[in-house]
Nanobody
Framework: QVQLVESGGGLVQAGGSLRLSCAASGRTFDNYGMGWFRQAPGKERVFVAAINWSGGSTDYADSVKGRFAISRDNAKNTMFLQMNSLKPEDTAVYYC????????????????????WGQGTQVTVSS
């Protein structure tokens, strides 16, 4: 069993920054890819960013490219999402997820490719 715990969400003004963290336990963290998804009120959960097991491959949704950066610290079993130039449309609950594929070179963008999810952390961007 894998446990994922997000932190770092909060309320920020448009143009501001936040750094989300996802702490993992229960499985060898550094053998699996990780991702961030978000869900706004009344909308489906959508892909935000992903990183493969080594950190050598990343991918981003078009809406966050150039503003968000995903990273991981395998020594600390933690993944991060640095969010800059935040916009009101970034308001959502952000979820971290761990993929089911062992040491894949890919950074997966589909929710079905992840089999463990955190509880989510709220990010609210005011205009």
């Amino acid at each position: 069993q894998v446990q994922l715990v997000e932190s770092g969400g909060g309320l920020v003004q448009a143009g501001g920054s936040l750094r989300l963290s996802c702490a993992a336990s229960g499985r060898t963290f550094d053998n699996y890819g990780m991702g961030w998804f978000r869900q706004a009120p009344g909308k489906e959960r959508v892909f935000v960013a992903a990183i493969n097991w080594s950190g050598g491959s990343t991918d981003y949704a078009d809406s966050v490219k150039g503003r968000f950066a995903i990273s991981r610290d395998n020594a600390k079993n933690t993944m991060f999402l640095q969010m800059n130039s935040l916009k009101p449309e970034d308001t959502a609950v952000y979820y971290c997820a761990a993929s089911q594929f062992y040491r894949s070179r890919y950074a997966y963008t589909g929710a079905h490719e992840y089999n463990y999810w955190g509880q989510g952390t709220q990010v609210t961007v005011s205009s």
